[in-house]
């Protein structure tokens, strides 16, 4: 326990930086010089009337020599105020400073300031405690118990400082709660940065490197000051120590603010609200925290928000994402991800975006040994449904929704866009492939558009694949393939009451891809199981294992075409040798998502070993091969798709005859996309259930909606027929 201690009587505001910190030749100020640059003869001393009027209106100072201003002085705007230490105050004058509802005269009243540098026009009223802070131009504090900086402040980073033991040291502890997969948080991290250093944890060279790195980007010396940036904000809040507030910031009513950087700026502004608590966190820009929230050990990357009571502890919340209401411990979220529910909990967990968390989901908190939950690794598009309980450890391919249950056994799920349920009367689990393909093809389609409507980020630092059909989903979709034509040559063989064991996994799949295209009804007659998706001795059910295959293949088709055809409309008149020529080679097989941006593999291995070697040796060059990455990553996809073509053709070399061929699959596919996109979407319209709480049609149409003025439906027409007029557009040449 920290005791009061009783020290010699000096002023106050002398000796910020311990004397055995200071530079030969440096004073307790030279930092503070060095954050707040100012041109010669900026400040001045008091004047005999300037000081007589400030004493006259109950100020006082340790040193009235160390009171320090500009030409531009009204003292009368100073009333009762306590002064210590260097205190540099900016143009004063009567004038108001004014945000929203809230308009304060500048100036300094009722309040106590200890060794600060103070902008032009500022408002500060009843600040109790103001010590070692560099507050800018045109900002209002006011009603703050305490607002203060200590010699060794880190802002929320993850370094230690001069004379510091390691064990002081701020680790957020994501995807599980053991603290083995722990990284050190710096100002700047992005979920790429985190998911690197979180996940590759068998690099012992890379866990030196990026920690020698970390230590190495951030200024180690003591006698940083706070700042409050230009056009801030702060009122009505109790303790702010040793934060770094960026300008355009607007506090009010935050019970404590501890070891945080807030950044912000005019275009985009973070926002604090009432009641919040948050202690050694890095807050990005565009962010918004409000109504009671509690935050300890996090990051809380751009365009962000956390409302209502939300608790994210040990966690890295990736950008454009909300939590609201419920509790998040030691996870890693990569961008998109929504949480809204006041009973939902979420903990030990890697889910890779675009995912939401419906209510009543608890995902953590029920050991299955002695030991802390494990992990639980999502895809993209995760979903569980209502009321869902999961079991540690589990892995789930991208876009894969669960209905509503208790599962009590680890999951595995290897099928890309499917329904998941769990069928008590049954005792089976049950496992819908291409489900989002099928069945709702109006939420997977608005996906990418509604993503990217939501990422209003100025500055997009962190990388995003936003499109469903990508190649890390295709490559999922390409293996579940493969696995349902296994499960169905097995089914098949077992009714003819043969050995499947008898047959080569090749054996396997040239069987199950003849009977998955063949004729439907031999494949309805099977029961078709899936294996290695659930640990326990249930079967596990595949449904409409026919359709779905039908499915996957026409989403590979879609995928294929759609990123070749963006290569024609990039090069136009190019000759399909020339095209082979520009896209060949083989299909990279293998692809990771990397904070929401998709990258081979083989590159990830190779920016592993950049670093290692030395090659990359500061967090902005790796941020800079990120940027190099996503410059190639379309014609990266490009290549990816062309290969996969080859693949779907069966050919090694794609003729004119094949491309037109091509075109006219792509046109009925996207005829497809558009015609469910409406009866999906109608569904909802259709369902007499719907329409039971309105009075009749006209009720229910004026509160939601025709469905023919729904804005995406005419969207998604519209661009079907640009989509079809730009391929017959198309001219290939060559044979």
């Known amino acids: 326990m920290t005791r009061v201690k009783i020290t010699p009587s000096k002023p106050l505001g002398q000796d910020f930086i311990p004397q055995e910190y200071l ?14 640059v100012q041109p010669d003869g900026h400040w001045r001393h008091l004047r005999a009337d300037e000081l007589e009027t400030l004493v006259k209106n109950h100020n006082t100072s340790s040193d009235w020599d160390e009171v ?3 030409k531009e002085f009204d003292p009368r705007q100073i009333r009762n105020t306590e002064f210590f230490g260097l205190v540099r105050i900016g143009r004063v004058r009567d004038a108001v400073v004014e945000h929203h509802d809230l308009k304060l005269p500048v100036g300094i009243t009722n309040s106590l300031v200890i060794s600060c540098d103070i902008g032009d026009d500022v408002a500060i009223h009843n600040v109790r405690y103001l010590a070692y802070y560099l507050v800018g131009d045109q900002s209002i504090l006011f009603n703050i118990n305490e607002i203060n900086t200590t010699d060794h402040a880190k802002f929320g980073n993850g370094i230690i400082k001069e004379g510091e033991p390691e064990s002081v040291r701020v680790w957020l502890d994501l995807m599980n709660e053991t603290g083995s997969r722990r990284v050190m948080p710096f100002n700047g991290m992005i979920t790429a940065d985190a998911y690197l250093w979180a996940r590759y944890r068998d690099d ?25 940036g230009t056009c801030s904000v702060i009122k009505n809040s109790q303790i702010i120590k040793d934060v770094m507030v960026g300008s355009y910031c607007y506090i009010k009513g935050a019970n404590k603010i501890k070891n945080v950087t807030i950044n912000s700026s005019e275009k985009e502004p973070s926002q604090i609200g009432e009641g919040v608590e948050l202690v050694n966190g890095l807050i990005g820009y565009g962010c918004r925290i409000f109504y009671g929230c509690k935050a300890v050990r996090f990051v809380l990357s751009d365009n962000s928000n956390l409302k209502y009571g939300a608790r994210l502890i040990n966690s890295f919340l990736g950008d454009n994402s909300t939590i609201s209401c419920c509790e998040v ?16 909990f979420l903990v030990a967990s890697a889910v890779l975006g675009q995912s939401n968390i419906a209510a009543g989901a608890t995902i953590g908190s029920n050991h299955n040994s002695r030991a802390n939950d494990n992990e639980i690794l999502a895809g993209r598009g995760f979903w569980p449904g209502l009321c869902t309980s999961l079991k540690h450890s589990s892995r789930f391919a991208s876009f894969v929704l669960l209905s509503k249950s208790d599962y009590q056994a680890e999951l595995d799920i290897k099928l890309p866009f499917s329904l998941v349920n769990n069928n008590i009367s049954f005792n089976r689990l049950e496992v819908m492939p291409a489900y989002w393909w099928m069945h709702n093809m109006y939420a997977i389609s608005r996906n990418a558009w509604k993503y990217h409507a939501r990422d209003k980020r ?6 995003i694949e936003y499109e469903a059909l990508a190649p890390d989903t295709v490559e999922e979709i390409i293996t579940a393939r493969k696995l349902l034509c296994r499960w169905t040559a097995q089914a098949w063989l077992l009714s003819r009451r043969e050995s499947p064991g008898n047959q080569s996994d090749e054996e396997l799949f040239e069987l199950g891809h003849k009977l998955l295209t063949g004729d439907p009804k031999t494949v309805a007659s099977l029961e078709i199981f899936g294996e290695e998706m659930e640990r326990s001795h249930r079967k596990v059910l595949i449904i409409k294992p026919y359709a779905a295959y039908q499915a996957y293949t026409d989403m590979l088709y879609r995928y294929a075409s759609k990123n070749v055809i963006e290569f024609l409309l990039s090069r136009p008149n190019l000759s399909l040798d020339q095209v082979q020529e520009e896209l060949g080679g083989d299909r990279v097989r293998e692809w990771d998502n990397m904070g929401g941006q998709l990258m081979p593999r083989h590159e990830v291995d190779r920016l592993r070993k950049d670093i290692n070697t030395g090659k990359l040796n500061s967090w902005a060059e790796i941020h800079e091969r990120y940027d190099q990455l996503w410059e190639q990553y379309p014609l990266d996809k490009q290549r990816h798709a062309w290969a996969l073509l080859h693949d779907l053709l069966d050919t090694p070399r794609i003729t004119r005859a094949d491309f037109l061929e091509l075109f006219e699959k792509a046109i009925a596919i996207q005829h497809y996309i558009d015609e469910q996109v409406y009866l999906s979407r109608k569904k909802d319209y259709d369902n007499p259930f719907r329409k039971l709480t309105y009075r009749n049609d006209q009720e229910m149409e004026a509160a939601l909606g025709h469905i023919d003025e729904n804005e995406f439906i005419l969207q998604t027409h519209q661009e079907t027929l640009d989509y079809i007029a730009t391929i017959r557009n198309l001219n290939i040449t060559g044979g």
């Open 458 to 463: 100025l500055r997009k630092v962190q990388h």
């Open 68 to 70: 320090l201003v500009t």
């Open 23 to 36: 530079p030969e030749g440096c004073d307790q100020h030279y930092i503070r010089n060095q954050q707040s």
């Open 329 to 344: 411990l030691n996870n890693l979220l990569f961008p998109s991800h929504e949480q809204h529910h006041n009973n939902s």
């Open 204 to 228: 012992t060279k890379l866990m030196e490197r990026l920690g020698e790195i970390t230590q190495a980007s951030l200024d180690s010396r003591r006698g940083y000051y706070g700042v409050v």
